[in-house]
């Protein structure tokens, strides 16, 4: 699969920092430039912000991160990079003669997509001298975590560049829709205008406030949307009979006025004070800064839990999710098994928002969490990769005492090591620690039970070759280490 090498960023606003970051995030190295002097502290501050949502999102292992340079000129910055992508505001000439100087600086097959919300990209690529390669790839806000790029062509846009692009967007775990017309505004933000007209027309008219508007968005149809959209949403409201029976029952009603989707609101100066103080009431408590990272956290508990639906297959959104991480975890290094008679140093882990309660303190599962993960770095260790489950064979947890000694708090980074007690092969008997790095506090140990099983089979078997040969000096060489404390325990068991 094609991949992105090395990206450029002209402008480092909202967007355009946040395509950094999802750059960096996939690996890639990125040249930014923006002639805005505060722009190196703003992209900084979307970069963090990013890295804290990626450290909630996932614990597949991400790349090394790529490197941010600031580059003193457009000419500078596209020099060597194959994805160019634009960000500067929304004015036509403006976009147009930058994208202009991008074509004449860059080399002649790099991409160049843009990040208008709107503009027709054959109204952008009208100068160019290779406008077969570039294009619209309007993003959503943030970049790094929606994973959507509206993928829109010009009249000398190629077909093949399109795809090229959706492709390089996979590595970075985007999802490229290539829409068929060049249409003003494409399909997201159309879908979008018409909402928020009808949406201001609601408040002018004093019908609710924006906190009720939003409660009734987030509350009801947002949550389905999320996951189906609204074709597949309504083809479940239309029962048994289908799309087919929903549409007529329901179709008539396009036709009522219920809405005002043809008139425009007059946004007078009235209407944008109220619009503001009411946002003001409803948000203002709140920093941005602090609203984005609220924001993410949502996000990723979605994406999250759409990623566990459909018995483990995920869907929608949270599909993409496991797929980028499928490829993440085929494209890691693939781990050594060295045996030596000190515990496995399996795993690092940092305490995110989303795994703490009410007192900053992490969550009980979360503990049988990290010895989970620690579990699964020790079958990765043996070559108990996602092939290997694919070929019908893997290991399952059949038994785990997990007991807490202290406690872990936010932005603690966290290692769990592990000792294998007598086991076959067959069987996997370990014993785990949980530490906090920092001091190496002991907070948490576990003891677990493994049983490598056929799927086709339907039970317990031995592994194969490939594995024992990688697991069994393992085994030799803590056989001889003396049992862990704690070792053997049952609930309630009196300590001493």
Not at 24 to 52: Q, S
Not at 236 to 260: D, V
Not at 269 to 285: F, M, R, T, Y
Not at 287 to 297: H, Q, S, V, Y
């Amino acid at each position: 699969m094609s991949k992105i090498t090395k990206a450029a960023c002209i402008g480092g606003g909202v967007i355009g920092g946040a395509w950094a970051a999802r750059f960096i995030l996939g690996g890639i190295d990125v040249n930014m430039y923006d002639p805005h002097p505060e722009a190196e502290r703003i992209v900084g501050e979307v970069m963090a912000n990013a890295e804290r949502a990626y450290a909630m999102l996932t614990m597949a292992p991400l790349p090394p991160k790529g490197k941010l340079t600031f580059s003193k000129s457009i000419e500078e910055a596209v020099q060597g990079a194959d994805w160019i992508q634009e960000s500067v505001p929304e004015r036509l000439e403006l976009k147009r003669g930058v994208i202009t100087q991008i074509d004449a600086s860059a080399d002649p097959k790099a991409l160049i997509g843009s990040s208008t919300s709107g503009l027709m990209p054959t109204d952008l690529q009208r100068d160019m001298k290779y406008p077969e390669r570039m294009f619209v790839a309007h993003p959503y806000n943030p970049v790094y975590l929606l994973p959507l790029a509206e993928l829109v062509g010009g009249q000398k846009t190629t077909r093949a560049t399109l795809d090229d692009a959706k492709a390089r967007l996979a590595t970075i775990g985007m999802k490229g829709v290539i829409i068929n017309k060049e249409i003003e505004a494409f399909v997201g933000d159309r879908l979008l205008e018409a909402v928020w007209r009808e949406g201001l027309w609601l408040i002018k008219d004093d019908i609710c406030d924006t906190e009720t508007l939003d409660d009734v968005i987030r509350y009801s149809f947002g949550m389905r949307w999320a996951q189906m959209g609204m074709f597949e949403t309504y083809r479940i409201a239309g029962g048994e009979a289908g799309m087919r029976h929903f549409i007529a029952q329901f179709g008539p009603c396009l036709s009522w006025p219920w809405t005002k989707l043809t008139d425009v609101v007059d946004l007078t100066e009235e209407l944008v004070d109220k619009i503001a103080n009411q946002s003001d009431a409803q948000s203002g408590a709140y920093g941005i800064r602090e609203l984005e990272r609220i924001r993410d956290e949502n996000l990723v508990g979605i994406m999250q839990t759409l990623k566990g639906s459909n018995g483990g297959r995920g869907w929608g959104a949270g599909k993409l999710l496991a797929e980028f991480e499928s490829h993440l975890w085929a494209n890691a290094p693939k781990p050594e098994a060295k045996a030596g008679k000190d515990p496995l140093n399996l795993l690092e882990i940092k305490v995110n928002p989303s795994w703490v309660d009410y007192n900053n303190h992490m969550t009980e599962y979360r503990y049988t969490q990290c010895f989970a993960d620690g579990s699964d770095a020790l079958l990765r260790l043996i070559g108990v990769d996602m092939e290997y489950v694919a070929d019908g064979h893997s290991y399952y947890t059949v038994e785990s005492h997990v007991r807490l000694l202290d406690e872990a708090k936010l932005g603690d980074n966290l290692v769990v090591t592990m000792q294998i007690l007598p086991s076959d092969g067959k069987k996997v008997h370990s014993f785990m620690w949980l530490r906090r790095a920092s001091d190496g506090a002991l907070l948490s140990t576990c003891e677990h039970l493994m049983l490598h099983v056929s799927s086709k089979e339907g039970k317990s078997v031995p592994p194969l070759p490939s594995v024992l040969e990688k697991l069994q000096p393992l085994i030799d060489a803590h056989a001889g280490l003396p049992l862990p404390e704690g070792a053997g325990r049952h609930v309630g068991q009196k300590r001493g």
